[in-house]
């Protein structure tokens, strides 16, 4: 995914629903996951992470929300339901 200024948190959860498909829910776990569809681990690949520009509150969401996914290897959904991230390595770069 190749960050711009307009890059936000909606991009990287399009891209994340794109290659997994539907949160599912799974045994075990009391959250639905999102996993890779047709292969056993998925790279998730930010180039230019510098690139977003703040918002008025000077905070980068696209950085805010990457730091929830490590954080917490998952994140909330409009409906405020977490969902957590399976087999999904992040890779960020900057120019």
């Given at each position: ?79 405020q339901e977490f969902i957590g991230l399976m087999n ?8």
């Open positions: 995914l190749a960050c711009s200024a307009q890059t936000t948190a909606s991009n990287v959860i399009q891209k994340l629903m794109q290659c997994c498909g539907q949160p599912q829910s799974t045994g075990g776990v009391a959250h639905r996951v999102l996993r890779p569809r047709d292969a056993e681990r998925l790279v998730l690949y930010l180039k230019h992470i510098n690139l977003p520009k703040p918002d008025k509150y000077d905070t980068i969401q696209l950085i805010a929300f990457l730091q929830q996914l490590l954080t917490y290897a998952g994140f909330y959904d409009d409906n999904i390595q992040i890779v960020c770069s900057m120019n």
